[in-house]
């Protein structure tokens, strides 16, 4: 049971480039959810998915699409990266009886 | 608008000590409050949650403490150690099984021998 995982770990980009962060989780959970993280700020929720097939807007979307590819996978979308996307992005999911949210271990994306 | 307020920033105590962090919310429809853990390198861990029908709850040497009329949380850390050097994140969420959950802006702890 490896609970959430994310790829790549670790990830530089130079501005305008795109690129997919994956994420997936093995315990059957129907939500799942995209943070960023950056110093000051706290987490702040990008997207979020309560189930399969549908996905709504967080605190902070512009500049990210994403896709629930099945119940296991939920990946987040930089069509055209900016430096202000520099941040460290976590990946989560709940089951929907509980409230409790598992995030995964974070990739880190800098953007030159 | 910064929806959940936490201070300090930073916070140092000695090995042994209470560590206590504080967070302030506007929203009153917010009925569940949980602490999230986060070590260097890692993701966010739950630590310890309660919803508004109690004034503290306590695991171990984790104790929120909640004020509805106040709106205010604090999580106080007994008997504080070195292991518990990490970041902690204060969180609420309204209507059970709502999606959202809005964080505070993170402390970080150092305990220091």
């Known amino acids: 049971n490896a609970g959430v995982t994310q790829t790549p770990k670790f990830q530089v980009l130079k501005t305008g480039q795109s690129m997919t962060l994956q994420c997936a989780q093995d315990?059957?959970?129907?939500?799942m959810y995209w943070y960023r993280q950056d110093p000051g700020m706290g987490l702040r929720l990008i997207y979020y998915?309560?189930?399969?097939?549908?996905?709504d807007k967080g605190e902070v979307p512009n500049g990210y699409n994403v896709s629930r590819l099945n119940k296991r996978e939920f990946s987040l979308r930089l069509e055209s990266a900016a430096p202000s996307q520099t941040s460290v992005y976590f990946c989560?999911?709940?089951?929907?009886?509980?409230?409790?949210?598992?995030f995964g271990p974070g990739t880190r994306l800098l953007v030159l | 608008q910064q929806q959940v307020k936490q201070s300090p920033q930073s916070l140092i105590v000695q090995k042994g000590g209470i560590s206590i962090i504080n967070c302030a919310y506007e929203?009153?429809?917010?009925?569940?409050f949980p602490w999230y853990q986060q070590f260097p390198g890692k993701g966010p861990a739950l630590l310890i949650a309660?919803?508004?029908?109690?004034s503290e709850k306590k695991e171990g040497r984790f104790t929120i403490s909640f004020n509805k009329s106040a709106k205010q949380f604090s999580l106080h850390i007994m008997d504080s150690q070195p292991g518990d050097s990490a970041t902690y994140f204060c969180?609420?969420?309204?209507?059970?099984?709502?999606?959202?959950?809005?964080f505070g802006t993170g402390t970080r702890l150092t305990i220091i021998p």
């Open positions: 989560a999911s709940r089951l929907r009886a509980q409230e409790t949210q598992y």
């Open positions: 315990m059957n959970h129907n939500s």
């Open positions: 998915s309560a189930s399969e097939g549908t996905t």
């Open positions: 929203n009153t429809a917010f009925d569940y």
């Open positions: 309660i919803r508004p029908d109690v």
């Open positions: 969180a609420a969420s309204a209507n059970f099984g709502n999606e959202k959950l809005t």
